[in-house]
């Protein structure tokens, strides 16, 4: 009884891990692709967005 449980635990644990690790790798390349089609079209909104500075000389 006590190795089901266990087993059973385990393998919830290891999937919600990759069910979330799945979860934050899309989300991120989602933003990074949406990112990469902003720089496109426009890219001073771009900029703005993720807040770069220009440098002054």
Same mark, same amino acid.
């Given at each position: 009884?006590?190795?089901?449980? /266990? !087993?059973? $635990?385990? $393998?919830?644990?290891?999937?919600?891990? !990759?069910?979330?690790? /799945?979860?934050?790798?899309?989300? $991120?390349? !989602? %933003?990074?692709?949406? /990112?990469? !089609?902003?720089?496109?079209?426009?890219? *001073? /909104?771009? %900029? *703005?967005?993720?807040?770069?500075?220009?440098?002054?000389?």
């Amino acid at each position: 009884m006590f190795t089901k449980t /266990l !087993g059973f $635990f385990i $393998f919830i644990f290891v999937f919600l891990m !990759g069910f979330s690790m /799945l979860l934050f790798l899309s989300l $991120f390349v !989602g %933003y990074w692709i949406t /990112l990469i !089609g902003i720089e496109a079209v426009n890219p *001073k /909104l771009a %900029y *703005k967005l993720i807040g770069h500075k220009e440098e002054q000389s």
